[in-house]
Every structure is written in C-alpha cells, then in structure tokens.
C-alpha cells in the first residue's frame, strides 16, 4: 500500500503528475505515454517506476508490453490522509458553530 507522502512526493514532479493523469483516463502503454509527452520513451518509464514504487500505479503484461493504469489502492492512501484534513475541519467548524450558538 502508498504511503501518503511518497504518493505527493511522486506528484509534485509536473511530468509524474500528468502521466498519472494520463492513466487514470486509461490504461496505456510507455509508447503510447510517450507519443503524448514530450520526453522519451526512456524517460516516460522512469517516471512510471517511480509512480509505481509510490503505489500510484500498476501495470500488467500484454504481449510484449506492459500496460500501466492506476492502482485504486494508492488513491484510497491520498484520500485517506485528505479526509483526515476534511473531518478536522468539519470538527472544527461545529465547535465554532456551537460556541457561537
């Protein structure tokens, strides 16, 4: 499973970023990334490695390819440490309501 900050540290490259982007909308392969992205196609898997070792993608074989698309898991770790900043905020906001109530 990602942990949340190895997930962010992934994503605050711009490239990482959109090719995470990118596989979310669906699954490719490097060539296919690289045909979209102006770097090489050695540099798309380099970036995919890292997203891969962050937990924010998979990738499966198909033929001689491997095959990327977002792994739910490292998204369920984002929104898990998300929603801790959610539900803090919402506890916060009924305390102040409640006192000035």
Do not use: C
């Not at 898990?80 to 906001?93: E, G, I, K, V």
């Amino acid at each position: 499973m990602a942990d949340s900050a190895g997930a962010f540290e992934a994503l605050a490259n711009p490239t990482r970023r959109t090719i995470f982007e990118l596989v979310a909308d669906r699954p490719s392969s490097v060539g296919e990334l690289a045909q979209a992205l102006p770097v090489s196609r050695p540099a798309v898997s380099q970036h995919l490695k890292v997203l891969k070792q962050a937990g924010l993608v998979s990738d499966r074989a198909e033929g001689t390819r491997r095959i990327y698309q977002s792994d739910p898991e490292g998204l369920r770790a984002l929104r898990a440490y998300l929603d801790t900043f959610w539900n803090r905020s919402l506890a916060s906001f009924e305390a102040a309501a409640k006192e000035n109530a």
